[in-house]
């Protein structure tokens, strides 16, 4: 009961700790989502409107105004809904029709938003060789990296350091094996009868009276919390190296999109004017 009566006060106590801090992260959050919505959009008309509503302004009356600002509130819409910098009306329509006329897709042209310039139909040049290359030379070691922790991660075994010799080795709180990374060790595998028989090959009196600590009934707790700690850490490194590679992945897939969109003609009449050149 006095148990079950701690872990109720230390709910309550938690309870009490998330309300207490809830309004400021609520703040927070807000705060956050403001500011990437204005990097987004490039722009804070929404929030001016919004704060002139609050403070008791009247909406525009005048037909034209409104018509204008509606323009500009949608432009604002657009480049927020796609991350794409549309400078002005006349250029989100253009962009549109253009799209139209060459059956191209809103999401493809937002995907390779990195690689638009001035207008959203000038693209750089993706240097795809060269960023393929770069792509497969840094997923490779990604590759081993994320093979090497997802091992750590389904492995039952923890791997642990002798302080003063730096020998590696791997143990359930049972069985304690050399790690393939210790080179300098021979092979061996040992649980706790094996500890009657010292020295063992290739290791130290200290060496083995570290390991045969490990495998002694009364640390099998702690090698349990270290095998925790073990999958929290590579989980988490996990995460990181897949993360890295789905966004390398995608900037390639991004340079491709750019490449594919960079070959379609631009809006006629807009080429002209920044070139002064026909187009057949």
């Not at 029709?97 to 060459?102: A, E, F, L, S, Y």
């Not at 497969?136 to 091992?151: E, K």
């Not at 966004?247 to 631009?266: C, E, G, I, W, Y």
């Not at 807009?270 to 002064?276: D, I, L, M, P, T």
Request: net charge neutral; hydrophobic share 45%.
């Amino acid at each position: 009961m006095a148990e079950s009566d701690n872990q109720t006060q230390l709910l309550d106590s938690v309870v009490g700790s998330l309300k207490d801090i809830n309004p400021w992260i609520t703040t927070t959050i807000i705060c956050l989502l403001i500011i990437w919505a204005i990097s987004r959009a490039r722009s804070a008309h929404f929030l001016y409107d919004r704060v002139w509503r609050i403070i008791g302004g009247g909406e525009i009356q005048n037909s034209t105004l409104k018509e204008y600002w509606a323009d500009v509130r949608d432009v604002e819409g657009f480049r927020f809904r796609t991350g794409i910098n549309f400078s002005s009306m006349k250029v989100l329509l253009t962009t549109i029709q253009w799209m139209r006329d060459h059956n191209i897709n809103i999401k493809d042209l937002s995907f390779a938003r990195g690689w638009i310039r001035e207008l959203p139909w000038v693209f750089g040049n993706p240097w795809l060789k060269t960023i393929r290359i770069l792509v497969i030379v840094l997923l490779i070691p990604l590759g081993g990296l994320a093979a090497g922790t997802a091992y750590m991660l389904g492995n039952e075994s923890v791997l642990l350091t002798i302080k003063e010799s730096k020998v590696v080795f791997w143990t359930n709180g049972s069985i304690a094996t050399n790690s393939i990374f210790d080179r300098n060790v021979p092979e061996f595998s040992v649980n706790q009868n094996d500890c009657q028989e010292l020295p063992l090959k290739g290791l130290t009196r200290d060496d083995v009276n570290v390991i045969c600590e490990t495998l002694s009934p009364s640390n099998l707790e702690k090698v349990k919390n270290s095998l925790m700690e073990q999958r929290i850490i590579a989980g988490y490194f996990l995460a990181v190296l897949t993360f890295i590679s789905f966004v390398l992945l995608r900037s390639f897939a991004q340079a491709q999109m750019a490449s594919k969109l960079r070959k379609t003609l631009p809006p006629f009449y807009e080429a002209s004017e920044k070139s002064g050149t026909d187009h057949d």
